[in-house]
């Protein structure tokens, strides 16, 4: 007799004790993307972004590009970071090829709550892979949320002026999902209070408002820090490196570099929401740049 195959599995989420809080990390949808070069490190050669590939044991033809929200429980608040794909492929025949369908509503099951149950929602950025779940249907996905944006990145796509050719449709499709919450919405500078222990830090250049979060609980820090870097092995190791899809390559170098910097320095425990599930761990610096420690069982003990 033999055993039928059943396919591969993935876990979806992961939760862990932060102090008085808990955070947990969900992984709403991954695309299997090809070519590393030039979408990583259009500065350097294809040659030398082989070779980093290679030493990592990454497939040069094929690589895993996940999406992965945080969620924050202060034990007064549920507050939610990006909120994925969402719906965007299917209600966009122009983002079908490109985004994965997003799951981060119906996962959060699997840690006991309801979209219901979202108190706030925080925007990192505007880009659709964190906005896209904001909405479906036109319907608020998250109907009891407050929502928080990053002031700087609201009014960029509000004014629409000096959006890049690349950037066009997210434009429009920010104003469409994103006005409409305008009402329930506050927006906040670097530096600001989200809910309590939970503060906004300028990581812009990737897009012209990213904040970053830092989270504390008891003394146990964390910080979400969204797509300052958007692959665990080029965009550390090379942080140098430009990547696509940073609006403003060079702020979001000097962002990347001095984010690594203090997390390194500073040994600070993170989430990334672009690194493979479940995306958190730490910063080493390395002699040519950073490295990424994931977690591995440290915060389950
Ligand atoms: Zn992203």
């Known amino acids: 007799m033999s055993a039928s195959l059943q396919g591969a599995t993935q876990p979806t989420v992961y939760r862990f004790k932060l102090g008085g809080f808990e955070a947990a990390t969900i ?3 991954k695309a299997i993307r090809q070519g590393l070069h030039p979408t990583y490190g259009a500065n350097a050669s294809a040659d030398d972004v082989h070779a980093l590939a290679l030493a990592n044991h990454i497939d040069l033809d094929r690589y895993e590009h996940p999406n992965t929200p945080t969620l924050v429980n202060t034990g007064k608040e549920l507050v ?4 994925g794909n969402g719906a965007l492929p299917r209600e966009y025949e122009q983002l079908k090829a490109r985004l994965p369908p997003g799951n981060l509503a119906a996962r959060l099951g699997l840690l006991g709550h309801k979209p219901e149950d979202i108190d706030v929602v925080v925007l990192t950025h505007g880009h659709p892979d964190h906005i896209g779940g904001l909405v479906e249907g036109g319907k608020p996905v998250y109907p009891n949320a407050r929502y928080v944006f990053g002031a700087a990145e609201f009014d960029f796509w509000k004014r629409n002026e000096g959006v ?3 950037r066009l449709f997210n434009q429009k499709l920010f104003m469409t999902i994103c006005e409409p919450l305008a009402d329930r919405a506050t927006f906040i500078k670097p530096g ?3 809910v309590g222990g939970i503060h906004a830090v300028d990581a812009s250049g990737h897009s012209p408002g990213l904040m970053a979060f830092h989270i504390e609980s008891e003394g ?8 300052t870097c958007t692959q665990y092995a080029m965009a550390v190791q ?12 060079d702020k979001a170098v000097a962002t990347r570099m001095w984010i690594l910097d203090m997390l390194a320095t500073e040994r600070l425990f993170f989430a990334s929401f672009h690194f493979p599930f479940p995306g958190v761990g730490w910063i080493d610096k390395t002699s040519a740049g950073y490295r990424w420690v994931p977690h591995s069982y440290q915060m389950n003990l």
């Open 27 to 29: 992984l709403d949808s």
């Open 220 to 227: 146990k820090r964390f910080m979400v820090t969204a797509d």
């Open 164 to 166: 890049r050719e690349a």
């Open 80 to 83: 939610l970071f990006d909120t």
């Open 192 to 194: 600001d209070e989200v």
């Open 238 to 249: 090379r942080p140098e490196w430009q990547f696509e899809m940073d609006d403003d390559k």
